[in-house]
């Protein structure tokens, strides 16, 4: 990471002084133009009348072959040249005239340049500026053969480096404007890069103290537990990689495009691609924000009142609250179908009035979730409604011994779901109630009937073996009966079957029942 920082910091301090190089050439160029200049253009252009041509001071004082040319210049190149003075205007004050006549008529970007005669000179003009007023002492000191073409040269001098300058100005904005957008480049993506290690730090911190991230609370109401924020956290910290990564992206597009001309017209282009729908989308949230903060009190209000009747059932299911119409076993299943309905109510009922109308989002909203619901959840429904038959119908009672299928158990209690066996073992059986709609259900009753078989020889098996069963199975139980189930050549199979309310009540009747086989075969044998 050192090296690359380093790299960064190398590339735009270069970008930086190369940067200001060129922005300070013309500058300086212009600078060294001012100090080589001329007078005012209100001097140096106003047309001499003819009496001053012919007997004013620049006559008196006639050519000065001796004196110092002044230079006129455009930028760093030398236009042309002034010797004469005019007046009481010498060579250097003209100079310095034409050089800020010129400069404001590159900064007005004026190209038409054409000589118009005044009198006895002539006015070398750049589009409505003028820039010189020369005579016929400076055609002569130019060792032109008149006034006429002196004028014309320095028109055509003027006319070529204005269009010089402006290509190399043209040429050093390109650069510049290039420069820029390798600057913006560069930063853009050391800007990206420090987002994306930010949110690997931000990962790496979820992952290594994931019990510091607060659960997300409403007062004593847990809206999402520590788990559920960490992986919202993670997910937004992926979505926020991507729109830094979007949004530097389009930042460089727009200031790289608004450089250079050729390019300006998509600058429009994006802008309005991007900021129109936000635009619109922006409308839109703020002439819905009344209904927003109405379905916002309507949720809330509805969350208070499903609060308010889960813990009221709760209440009578506890025992705390009696109702004469409900008992505390049906508390728990009336309070869910009452939370169920009273959503539906709201969906259908309560979404019209807020929204304004039958037709709005919130009905059909409501009627697409109902529909979603009714599709997802037919077995479920299913369930519920064969279990509020079980449940409300008093098909079984706690306490019972059943049999659902190959599995058995005493009812521990009867849902609106599922009904909970606690089985011999002392094991917990949930049965949902829709699998008592595919397989029998025997109902034992309070205490169940349990049935085995017993294999014995077949010198044994007599009546007075299955009474002597019979009495020894009335301890444990009542009921009890033995009966002759298959007959071999070597031996019997009785069948033995005792009605017990102890958990192991089968266990016992075969322990009892061994033990008198075995008193028999001893009988046998000692006899």
């Not at 890069?193 to 019990?211: K, M, S, Y």
């Not at 520590?226 to 460089?252: D, H, K, P, Q, S």
């Amino acid at each position: 990471m050192a090296p690359v920082t380093a790299w960064l910091r190398q590339v735009t301090l270069g970008l930086g002084v190369a940067l200001l190089a060129t922005s300070a050439w013309p500058q300086a160029s212009a600078a060294r133009a001012a100090d080589a200049g001329a007078a005012s253009v209100a001097a140096s252009a106003v047309p001499a009348s003819p009496s001053q041509g012919r007997e004013g001071p620049a006559s008196a004082a006639g050519p000065d072959a001796g004196a110092k040319p002044a230079e006129v210049r455009v930028g760093d190149t030398v236009v042309f040249t002034l010797r004469a003075a005019r007046g009481s205007t010498g060579a250097a004050a003209r100079a310095r005239a034409a050089n800020e006549a010129l400069r404001d008529a590159l900064a007005a970007r004026a190209d038409n340049v054409h000589v118009e005669p005044v009198g006895s000179a002539s006015v070398v003009y750049v589009g409505e500026r003028p820039i010189v007023q020369l005579t016929e002492d400076d055609a002569a000191l130019a060792g032109d053969s008149g006034l006429a073409v002196h004028a014309d040269r320095v028109a055509a001098a003027i006319r070529a480096a204005l269009a010089a300058e402006r290509k190399r100005s043209a040429v050093a904005g390109t650069i510049f404007n290039v420069s820029l957008a390798v600057l913006f480049a560069v930063l853009a993506l050391y800007l990206l890069r420090r987002a994306w290690q930010l949110g690997d730090r931000a990962g790496d911190w979820l992952e290594a103290h994931p019990e510091r991230v607060p659960a997300l609370r409403l007062r004593a109401m847990e809206l999402l537990n520590r788990a559920n924020v960490r992986t919202l956290l993670a997910l937004g910290l992926e979505a926020g990689r991507w729109i830094v990564l979007f949004g530097l992206g389009y930042a460089w597009l727009i200031a790289t495009f608004s450089l250079f001309e050729a390019t300006r017209g998509l600058t429009e282009r994006l802008s309005g691609a991007l900021l129109s729908p936000l635009t619109t989308l922006a409308s839109r949230i703020a002439a819905a924000v009344p209904l927003l903060v109405l379905t916002v009190l309507a949720l809330l209000v509805l969350a208070l009142v499903l609060r308010a009747v889960r813990l009221f059932f709760r209440e009578v299911a506890r025992g705390t609250t009696r109702l004469a119409w409900l008992p505390r076993d049906l508390a728990a299943a009336t309070g869910a179908l009452a939370e169920v309905g009273l959503v539906i109510v709201a969906l259908l009922l309560v979404a019209p009035v807020i929204t304004g109308g039958a037709e709005g989002v919130g009905p059909r909203l409501g009627l697409l979730l109902l529909g979603t619901l009714a599709l997802g959840a037919v077995p479920l429904a299913a369930n519920a409604v064969f279990g509020a038959v079980t449940l409300f119908g008093r098909r079984l009672a706690v306490d019972e011994w059943i049999e659902v299928g190959t599995r058995a158990g005493r009812v521990v209690r009867v849902g609106l779901l599922e009904t909970t066996l606690r089985e011999a073992s002392g094991a917990e059986l949930r049965v949902p109630h829709l699998a008592r709609l595919l397989q029998p259900t025997l109902v034992h009753g309070r205490a169940p009937r349990v049935s085995a078989t017993l294999v014995v020889e077949r010198a044994l098996a007599t009546p007075a073996l299955a009474g002597r069963i019979e009495r020894a199975l009335g301890g444990p139980g009542s009921g009890a009966a033995v009966r002759l189930a298959d007959v071999c050549a070597t031996h019997v199979t009785l069948e033995i079957a005792v009605t017990g309310s102890a958990p192991d009540a089968l266990s016992v009747a075969l322990w009892a029942a061994l033990a008198e086989v075995d008193a028999m075969r001893h009988e046998a044998r000692d006899g």
